[in-house]
Nanobody
Framework: QVQLVESGGRLVQAGDSLRLSCVGS????????LGWFRQAPGKEREFVAA????????YYADSVKDRFTISRDSAKNTVSLQMNSLKPEDTAVYYC??????????????????WGQGTQVTVSS
C-alpha cells in the first residue's frame, strides 16, 4: 500500500511560479513510478508529468513541457512539481499518483495504482 498526500496548491497570478509536493508513505513508494495529473471542472483527468523509479527518466505533457519540472527525493519520500510561467489554463485540481510498474502507458490514469486527494491550483489572469 502507498498513501499519498499533496500540498502546495493555492491561488496565483498568471506568470507566477508554484511548487507542489506529494509525500508518500509505504515501503513501495521509492520503488514506484510517480506521476502528476490534473483535472479541471467538466474535463477529464489529464496527464501532466511522470518520473520513473530511477529518478532520471521523465515525461511531460506537451502543454507543460519547458514550464514544469518533476523531481523526486527518495530520502524524503516525496515527488515535486515545479510549475513556472503559470497560465489560467493550468487551473485545476492536481493529483499525484504512484504505479507499481516501470514500463507502459505512464500517461494513462489507469496505469497508476494509488492516488492522493488532490490540491487546488488556481491561476488568475
Amino acid at each position: 500500500q502507498v498513501q499519498l498526500v499533496e500540498s502546495g496548491g493555492r491561488l496565483v497570478q498568471a506568470g507566477d511560479s508554484l511548487r507542489l509536493s506529494c509525500v508518500g508513505s509505504g515501503r513501495t513508494f521509492n520503488g514506484a513510478s510517480l506521476g502528476w495529473f490534473r483535472q479541471a471542472p467538466g474535463k477529464e483527468r489529464e496527464f501532466v508529468a511522470a518520473i520513473m523509479q530511477n529518478g532520471i527518466t521523465t515525461y511531460y505533457a506537451d502543454s507543460v513541457k519547458d514550464r514544469f519540472t518533476i523531481s523526486r527525493d527518495s530520502a524524503k519520500n516525496t515527488v515535486s512539481l515545479q510549475m513556472n510561467s503559470l497560465k489560467p489554463e493550468d487551473t485545476a485540481v492536481y493529483y499525484c499518483a504512484a504505479a507499481a510498474r516501470w514500463t507502459g502507458t505512464y500517461y494513462s490514469p489507469g496505469w497508476y495504482d494509488y492516488w492522493g486527494q488532490g490540491t487546488q491550483v488556481t491561476v488568475s489572469s
